[in-house]
């Protein structure tokens, strides 16, 4: 079977690996959780990273610090893997889900901002000692909308100078579900910039994988310092068991992030061959009836899972199987999950089912071979 997306290990992994379990630096401290942090402000360009066990601990604990509270919701695209809404829901909040465009397959800007326009109202609470906390709330519902969760769907973006703007009129914080965009550009600013938070991922699927993990960015020292701080169980004092909250014992182990440092340094060539694979693809496949995501003038895709929209979904998802490429279909969206079901979900045309029943993700690790992407362009081809 062609793989779907599995890591690529070619790299210094099994040498930094190795130092870690020579010297007994396997677990919550060590240089590697440091170095690890480090490639990644360097690469994206954001002051400060923290890196956590996964993507969805990273997600969790940025919500909370964006002042995101109990009964708040939270405003996230219709489709998104479901660990957006649930960190959502750790937050004590509730997603309040919008639909998605059905070139780029990313969150609806027109809807949004119509959405606020119509049925939101600015409040501000404080009590003139503390800050201002200045938010909307939903004129339908009267709860507060503490946030905003954009995702880099597969690793494309939307119009982020027009979603930045947005925010700002409707004084939302933005949490960028960036898990997925690693090495994804919107005018030369890499994702998870933007926003008060960003978050990224190195699950096993992923454009970098640790096996498992996570990291939350920031350009906010303060922030960052309370992210480190929370994830690390709101410890005061190294020596002493001395707690100041209710922290998490999110952080990534230093074994894992051995395993970080390697492919970090190998990132630029994995990007490299995801967009070599994603020119081949869309050269051989693209049609009027099969189509690959549409991106933006303006953003620089990761392309990190190919996924295309075809007429006979569930056909092709047989016939590719049975012909020995791995594929996936796309996520159930939020709003037909059992959990969200009731969350408000705002849609004129229900764009997510379309793109759910027509999309199909096929081989996209960087470590596939010219002929494995020939093979997989063959076997597209050949079904009827
Ligand atoms: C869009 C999205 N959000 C959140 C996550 C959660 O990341 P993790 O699996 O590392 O918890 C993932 C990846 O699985 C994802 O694709």
Not at 89 to 114: F, N, R, V
Not at 137 to 145: K, P, V
Not at 229 to 258: C, M, Q, S, W
Request: net charge negative.
């Amino acid at each position: 079977m062609i793989p779907l997306s599995i890591p690529n290990i070619s790299g210094n992994e099994w040498q930094y690996v190795k130092d870690c379990l020579d010297t007994g630096w396997i677990s919550s401290v060590g240089s590697y959780v440091n170095q690890f942090e480090e490639k990644i402000t360097e690469f994206t360009g954001a002051k400060y990273a923290v890196a956590t066990m996964n993507g969805t601990a990273a997600l969790h604990i940025a919500l909370q610090l964006a002042g995101v509270r109990e009964k708040d919701l939270v405003i996230v695209p219709n489709i998104t893997f479901v660990a957006s809404c649930n960190a959502i829901k750790y937050a004590g909040a509730d997603p309040m889900l919008i639909d998605i465009d059905p070139h780029t397959w990313q969150m609806e800007l027109d809807l949004l901002e119509e959405h606020l326009e119509k049925y939101t109202y600015i409040v501000a609470e404080g009590d003139g000692e503390t800050e201002e906390i200045v938010r909307p709330y939903s004129l339908l519902s009267h709860r507060r909308i503490g946030a905003i969760m954009p995702v880099h769907v597969l690793g494309n973006m939307v119009d982020m100078d027009r979603l930045q703007r947005i925010c700002k009129r409707f004084y939302l914080p933005m949490v960028e579900d960036s898990t997925e965009a690693l090495g994804s550009y919107f005018n030369k600013q890499h994702a998870g910039t933007f926003g008060q938070f960003g978050t990224f991922s190195f699950n096993g699927n992923k454009i970098i994988s640790t096996g498992g993990g996570g990291v939350i960015v920031t350009n906010d020292e303060i922030l960052a310092k309370k992210a480190k701080h929370i994830t690390t169980t709101a410890k005061k004092d190294p020596f002493e068991y001395d707690h100041d909250e209710v922290g998490y014992n999110y952080r990534l182990v230093n074994i894992l992030a051995a395993v970080g440092v390697a492919q970090m340094e190998q990132l630029p060539a994995f990007l490299e061959r995801k967009k070599a694979i994603d020119k081949y693809y869309r050269e051989h496949l693209e049609n009027e009836n099969l189509q690959f995501q549409k991106v933006g003038d303006r953003v620089i895709p990761n392309n990190w899972l190919h996924t295309m929209k075809v007429k006979d979904q569930r056909g092709m998802i047989k016939h590719l199987l049975d012909n020995g490429v791995q594929c996936r279909p796309f996520w159930v969206p939020m709003n037909q999950l059992k959990m969200y079901q009731n969350c408000r979900y705002i849609s004129n045309n229900d764009i997510s089912n379309m793109i759910y029943r027509s999309c199909i993700s096929i081989p996209s690790s960087t470590n596939l071979t010219d002929a494995q992407v020939e093979e997989v362009v063959r076997v597209v081809q050949s079904f009827k």
